[in-house]
T-cell receptor, first 117, second 112 residues
Framework: DTGVSQDPRHKITKRGQNVTFRCDPISEHNRLYWYRQTLGQGPEFLTYFQNEAQLEKSRLLSDRFSAERPKGSFSTLEIQRTEQGDSAMYLC???????????????FGEGSRLTVL | TQLLEQSPQFLSIQEGENLTVYCNSSSVFSSLQWYRQEPGEGPVLLVTVVTGGEVKKLKRLTFQFGDARKDSSLHITAAQPGDTGLYLCAGGHPSGTYKYIFGTGTRLKVLA
């Protein structure tokens, strides 16, 4: 399978614990995105990488959230001191920048569902 | 803040009916994409429109980008149960393609 993969698919944790999600994008894709989605709503932009550089971070993200893409390949999203409001699906997507506006398709993983008790 | 409002939020129709979903914003976008998402999966791209006034057809689906590139519509002809899902529009940032803002979503259910 050469699509975007995310791990774990499901995570249940207690309030106050730290959690980390991993995303493996499509290998030749240079852009990687993290979105958060709550039930029935559209994905909310969290952050974006071009290669290993984190170019933008949403104001939705508090200091408890951090994302890395150390070698420009896989990425991790860590949430420290989780709160019940962090419960959501965390989606990772990747894309290839070819300079053509029509080529900016986002390929999504199946998501990591977080439940904070 | 760029916001993409979709309407209707929910739609339940009988097989064979036609429907239109709208995606509206006060902001101009460099491109507009439509995705469909099924439960437990990530969104999957249906189409990308770039030029104001552009119309694209994908079998029974017709997509239109507004002349001012602030709005878009998705029209489905003769809906089928397989069209059931969450439809999402996503606007490309005016200064480039790197950031996509998603709409609020339209949940469609087509009854057999």
């Amino acid at each position: 399978d050469t699509g975007v993969s995310q791990d774990p698919r499901h995570k249940i944790t207690k309030r106050g614990q730290n959690v980390t999600f991993r995303c493996d994008p499509i290998s030749e894709h240079n852009r990687l995105y993290w979105y958060r989605q709550t039930l029935g709503q559209g994905p909310e932009f969290l952050t974006y990488f071009q290669n290993e550089a984190q170019l933008e971070k949403s104001r939705l993200l508090s200091d408890r959230f951090s994302a890395e893409r150390p070698k420009g390949s896989f990425s991790t999203l860590e949430i420290q001191r989780t709160e019940q409001g962090d419960s959501a699906m965390y989606l990772c997507a990747s894309s290839l920048d070819s300079g053509d506006l029509r080529s900016g398709e986002l390929f999504f993983g199946e998501g990591s569902r977080l439940t904070v008790l | 803040t760029q916001l993409l409002e979709q309407s209707p939020q929910f739609l339940s129709i009988q097989e064979g009916e036609n429907l239109t979903v709208y995606c509206n914003s006060s902001s101009v976008f460099s491109s507009l994409q439509w995705y469909r998402q099924e439960p437990g999966e990530g969104p999957v791209l249906l189409v990308t429109v770039v030029t104001g006034g552009e119309v694209k057809k994908l079998k029974r689906l017709t997509f239109q980008f507004g002349d001012a590139r602030k709005d878009s519509s998705l029209h489905i002809t003769a809906a089928q149960p397989g069209d059931t899902g969450l439809y999402l529009c996503a606007g490309g940032h005016p200064s480039g393609t790197y950031k996509y803002i998603f709409g609020t979503g339209t949940r469609l259910k087509v009854l057999a």
